[in-house]
C-alpha cells in the first residue's frame, strides 16, 4: 500500500510598508511492503514573518550586567573563569522593522516497525535548514564576540566582529552600554536521527504502556551573518 499526500499554501503579511509573501508546500510518503513495516518520508518548506514585539518595540534601557571578558582574557589569556569581571551596564533595546522573514526547508526518512499490537519502533532522520531566524541578541554573547574580535581570534573586518564592536561603549575602557535588538540569523542546519519504542503490557490489573525516546544530533552548524564563518556546535 502507497499513501501520497501534498499540500501547498501562499502566505503574506504587510507591514511597515513591506508585504513579504512566499508560496509553501509539503509532501510526504507512506508504504508498507509488510503488514508490520511501514515505510516513510517526508519534504516540507516554511515561511514565517517576525512577531509584532520583535518588530515594533520601541527604544528603552535598562540596568543590566555582563561579563568583560575582553579586559579578563586580556589580563590572563588562559582563564577558564572570568566571573571576577562582571560589570554593570546600560542595555539599550530596540526592535527591527527591517527583519527578514523566516524561512526553512525539511525532510525526513524512515520506518515504524510493528510486529505485534503492543509493541513498535521507529526510526526517522531528519535534516532541517533554516534561514533568517529571528533571534533576540544575547549580551552574553556579544560580550564574547568582542572579546574575540579585539584580541585576534575571530577576524575583526568579519561582520560580526564589525556588528559587535559597534554595539559596545566603552568609557576609559571599562564598559558603559551595550545595544541589542533582533537580527536575521543567516543559517543554521540541524540534522540526525529521532528513535522510539512502546510497549504495552495487558494484566489483570490494567493496561501498563511503556516508552523509551531518544534524539541523536548528527550535525549543527550556526552562522550569525553572511560572510562569517560557518560555526560547528559542537566543536
Given at each position: 500500500?502507497?499513501?501520497?499526500?501534498?499540500?501547498?499554501?501562499?502566505?503574506?503579511?504587510?507591514?511597515?510598508?513591506?508585504?513579504?509573501?512566499?508560496?509553501?508546500?509539503?509532501?510526504?510518503?507512506?508504504?508498507?511492503?509488510?503488514?508490520?513495516?511501514?515505510?516513510?518520508?517526508?519534504?516540507?518548506?516554511?515561511?514565517?514573518?517576525?512577531?509584532?514585539?520583535?518588530?515594533?518595540?520601541?527604544?528603552?534601557?535598562d540596568e543590566t550586567?555582563?561579563?568583560?571578558?575582553?579586559?579578563?582574557?586580556?589580563?590572563?589569556?588562559?582563564?577558564?573563569?572570568?566571573?571576577?569581571?562582571?560589570?554593570?551596564?546600560?542595555?539599550?533595546?530596540?526592535?527591527?522593522?527591517?527583519?527578514?522573514?523566516?524561512?526553512?526547508?525539511?525532510?525526513?526518512?524512515?520506518?515504524?516497525?510493528?510486529?505485534?499490537?503492543?509493541?513498535?519502533?521507529?526510526?526517522?532522520?531528519?535534516?532541517?535548514?533554516?534561514?533568517?531566524?529571528?533571534?533576540?541578541?544575547?549580551?552574553?554573547?556579544?560580550?564574547?564576540?568582542?572579546?574575540?574580535?579585539?584580541?585576534?581570534?575571530?577576524?575583526?573586518?568579519?561582520?560580526?566582529?564589525?556588528?559587535?564592536?559597534?554595539?559596545?561603549?566603552?568609557?576609559?575602557?571599562?564598559?558603559?552600554?551595550?545595544?541589542?535588538?533582533?537580527?536575521?540569523?543567516?543559517?543554521?542546519?540541524?540534522?540526525?536521527?529521532?528513535?522510539?519504542?512502546?510497549?504495552?503490557?495487558?494484566?489483570?490489573?490494567?493496561?501498563?504502556?511503556?516508552?523509551?525516546?531518544?534524539?541523536?544530533?548528527?550535525?549543527?552548524?550556526?552562522?550569525q551573518y553572511d560572510?562569517?564563518?560557518?560555526?560547528?556546535?559542537?566543536?
Amino acid at each position: 500500500t502507497v499513501n501520497l499526500s501534498v499540500a501547498g499554501r501562499y502566505d503574506q503579511y504587510r507591514y511597515s510598508g513591506s508585504n513579504p509573501g512566499k508560496f509553501t508546500y509539503s509532501a510526504g510518503l507512506e508504504w508498507r511492503p509488510l503488514e508490520s513495516l511501514l515505510v516513510r518520508g517526508s519534504y516540507g518548506t516554511a515561511f514565517r514573518a517576525a512577531d509584532l514585539h520583535y518588530i515594533y518595540a520601541g527604544l528603552g534601557n535598562d540596568e543590566t550586567s555582563g561579563i568583560d571578558y575582553y579586559s579578563c582574557l586580556s589580563d590572563d589569556p588562559g582563564a577558564s573563569d572570568c566571573s571576577d569581571y562582571e560589570e554593570g551596564l546600560i542595555r539599550t533595546r530596540e526592535g527591527n522593522r527591517d527583519l527578514d522573514p523566516e524561512t526553512s526547508k525539511s525532510w525526513t526518512a524512515g520506518f515504524v516497525w510493528s510486529p505485534t499490537t503492543n509493541f513498535d519502533v521507529s526510526l526517522d532522520y531528519f535534516d532541517i535548514r533554516m534561514r533568517d531566524q529571528v533571534q533576540d541578541m544575547s549580551v552574553a554573547e556579544i560580550l564574547r564576540d568582542e572579546a574575540s574580535c579585539r584580541l585576534g581570534d575571530l577576524d575583526p573586518a568579519s561582520p560580526t566582529c564589525v556588528d559587535a564592536l559597534a554595539r559596545i561603549t566603552r568609557i576609559d575602557d571599562r564598559l558603559y552600554g551595550i545595544f541589542v535588538n533582533p537580527i536575521n540569523v543567516a543559517r543554521e542546519n540541524t540534522s540526525g536521527v529521532d528513535m522510539s519504542a512502546h510497549y504495552k503490557l495487558n494484566t489483570r490489573f490494567g493496561d501498563f504502556r511503556f516508552g523509551a525516546n531518544h534524539s541523536w544530533v548528527r550535525e549543527h552548524d550556526f552562522q550569525q551573518y553572511d560572510g562569517d564563518p560557518v560555526e560547528d556546535q559542537f566543536a
